[in-house]
């Protein structure tokens, strides 16, 4: 996977004068089935977090409220994506180092991902990273 399979997907928005709705479908709006969901929520402003990569996770972010950046990095190319909005969200697909900052004071992030929580699936290690992104082993 390379950089270039990072995409920001725009939700379906309903807007509303009571106030506006959004909504995200496994295999319709992301590409994969959702195992599992989580939040990151009362995080100090500009703190910075999640820099690991995924064997396998793929995954769905999304700035449900406030705003962060995500790193994606896949060895080669690095870019950084801007979520402040709660209609679209960023896939990430597994094999790429990707890393959170910039968060604004009472932001919430939402994560889908496509398997459950398995501590040996993350690689820390950024060097570790490089490796085996020179030797095809991710
Ligand atoms: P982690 O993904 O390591 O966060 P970060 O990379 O931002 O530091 O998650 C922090 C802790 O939460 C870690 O000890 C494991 C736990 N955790 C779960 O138990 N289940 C989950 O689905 C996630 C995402 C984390």
Redesign the pocket.
């Known amino acids: 996977m390379s950089i270039e399979d990072v995409k920001i997907i725009e939700l379906p928005r309903f807007t509303d004068p009571r106030g506006n709705l959004s909504f995200v479908e496994q295999l319709n709006h992301i590409p994969f089935e959702i195992k599992?969901t989580?939040w990151?929520y009362d995080v100090p402003g500009g703190e910075n977090?999640?820099?690991?990569a995924f064997r396998e996770n793929e995954e769905f972010i999304v700035a449900l409220s406030g705003a962060f950046d995500v790193i994606v990095d896949d060895g080669a190319i690095k870019k950084r994506f801007t979520l402040n909005r709660s209609y679209y969200g960023l896939y990430v697909p597994a094999g790429l180092w990707r890393e959170?900052g910039n968060f604004s004071t009472n932001s919430l992030a939402l994560?889908f991902?496509s398997i459950h929580?398995d501590?040996q699936d993350?690689i820390?290690d950024y060097k570790e990273y490089l490796i085996m992104k020179r030797d095809g082993k991710i």
Not at 49 to 52: E, I, L
């Open positions: 599992r989580y990151i977090r999640g820099g690991h959170m994560e991902g929580y501590a993350y820390r």
